[in-house]
């Protein structure tokens, strides 16, 4: 766990991201979310990871097998204590934990109501999948009889506190939901093709007013970590669906920096202000990829680099003329390479 999550969170800094958050909802053999926690501290950037969970194994009818799933007074428990151990709720924190069951029908309905109440007594914020696919609706009209955003109201699941993952399939009536309770989206555009789930209303979303930020989502269901990358892709992805203009890339860059800090409850972050942090990334547009354009700032999303010169979070380089600083980067990717051959072996 340590391990890729230094590897995705450094491929995530080369692409000019500081703020992350990751969704870890499975613990075999011993793991614990501050294995991650650890991991972005050693690297440097800021993150808001989240304590995850499954409860409902294969013979509940659920999606992992029975060894991977935890009892639900355990996993409120581990919520509490990592919480305890390393949330931080000042400005400029570095480190912020949040609660995300994996979804509505991996575990219970008890676990999700527990877990809105267990969060808003802690102050911290809550995350899981919601609508991703056809199948997801289905599943929510067939199991609660109704579509997933009124399951999600109905458990709590909407506020300024709350993002969802996807939301490929919300209607118009979950957008306005949405952005009547300030509900917040992480909206994964590769991740989405590449499970053919479809392309999310991002272009209604922003329209609606709800607040919408980028994820890369995990190896399983995208093969590079380049928040850059899946700014160019969203934006593609709006236009096909809506037409040439319905994204700009100044808007989609807007969406890939500011989107992700409000989304993360980040009023410090996402934005080079006066008062706020100094996450800056710097990108070379002096190059064979942008020679020739007379915007630099839409030279970024359309044309590259996808790799940043420099990156600093909270004052510190991380990155240096493209080379992260702060990891011995050959012998994290040795150690990532061995362990996928045992792990395939």
Known sequence: MRVSAQVGLAELALSGCTLSSDHLYLYPNGARLEDTIHAAAELGLRFHPTRGAMSIGESAGGLPPDRLVEREADILNDCIRVIDAFHDARDGAMCRVGIAPCSPFSVSRGLMKDAALLARDKGVMLHTHLAENDEDIAYSLAHFGCRPGQYAEDLGWT?????????????GAEIDLFARTKTGVA????????????????????????NVALGVDGSASNDTGNLIAEARMAMLLQRV??????????????????????????PDC???EPGKRADIAIWDVSGLEAAGAWDPVAALLLAGPPRVKHLFVEGRQIVDAGQITTLDMPRLIETQNRLARALRA
């Open 159 to 171: 506020g300024a506190d709350v993002w969802h993952a996807h939301c490929v399939k919300l209607d």
């Open 187 to 210: 909206h994964c555009p590769c991740s989405n093709c590449r499970l053919g789930s479809g392309i999310a209303p991002v272009r209604a979303m922003r329209d609606a007013g709800v």
């Open 241 to 266: 669906q809506n037409g040439a203009d319905a994204m700009s890339a100044r808007e989609m860059l807007e969406i890939a920096t500011l989107g992700g800090a409000q989304v993360l409850g980040r």
């Open 270 to 272: 996402g934005s080079l």
